[in-house]
């Protein structure tokens, strides 16, 4: 089992551009979620899908972010306008779905906006 | 919402113990979860309580007592690489989302 996959590892932008960040739960698993981990604010979380169906994304800025998950074999979220304080290691975690099953976290994007 | 609180740092020496606090006011609640993080890695999975009391798991023991809102992660016998930050995380009773606290660097000294 490979765990949570993530990719880009690291991704730098440009103010203003785009960013999409992929995940890939762990095969089985029917709940992903989406946290941002930054010094100031700790673990964050953003958005949450279960058998693909957003969930709750009470976490998610309103403006500029937006999250899909078209099939059980991936998650993304996208960044519209990147913004210097949107830097931050996006962090996708993934568990069976039940309401007291682990979530397994990914490694992690860290992303940077210039 | 979930308020969850962490000291921020814990020194400990090799061969000894430490206990990492973690205190929380919530308005709902579902357990309670420790996660380690090591510099540039994903948090890992240590342990889940939702039961008052102590829950021995070797190295790693965790308490909770849900009338005062607190919880502790034990680790027992230290070693240099338990160095790392722990993580506690309150689950939503709603949905399965975690609150995390911001995290307790723990260093463990020779």
């Known amino acids: 089992n490979a765990g949570v996959i993530q990719t880009p590892r690291h991704k730098v932008t440009g103010k203003g551009q785009e960013a999409t960040l992929w995940c890939e739960p762990i095969?089985?698993?029917?709940?992903v979620f989406w946290y941002r981990q930054t010094i100031v604010q700790g673990l964050e979380f953003l958005t949450y899908?279960?058998?693909?169906?957003?969930?709750?994304d009470s976490g998610m800025p309103k403006e500029r972010f937006s999250a899909q998950m078209p099939n059980q074999s991936h998650s993304t979220l996208k960044i519209q306008s990147t913004q210097p304080q949107d830097s931050a290691v996006y962090l996708c975690?993934?568990?069976?779905?039940?309401?007291?099953?682990?979530?397994?976290f990914g490694p992690g994007t860290r992303l940077l906006v210039l | 919402g979930q308020g969850v609180e962490q000291p921020d740092n814990l020194m400990s020496v090799e061969g000894t113990f430490a206990r990492v606090n973690c205190t929380y006011s919530?308005?709902?609640?579902?357990?309670l979860s420790w996660y380690q993080q090591r510099e540039g890695h994903a948090p890992v999975f240590l342990s889940y309580?939702?039961?008052?009391g102590l829950k021995d798991s070797g190295h790693f023991s965790t308490f909770l007592s849900r009338s005062n809102g607190y919880s502790y992660l034990l680790l027992t016998e230290l070693q240099i690489k338990d160095s790392a930050s722990y993580l506690c995380?309150?689950?939503?009773?709603?949905?399965?989302?975690?609150?995390f606290g911001s995290g307790t660097k723990l260093t463990v000294e020779p």
């Open positions: 975690a993934s568990s069976l779905g039940g309401p007291q099953d682990t979530q397994y």
């Open positions: 095969s089985g698993h029917s709940a």
């Open positions: 899908f279960r058998n693909q169906a957003p969930i709750d």
């Open positions: 919530t308005s709902g609640f579902n357990g």
């Open positions: 309580v939702v039961l008052d």
């Open positions: 995380a309150v689950r939503d009773p709603n949905y399965n989302v975690l609150y």
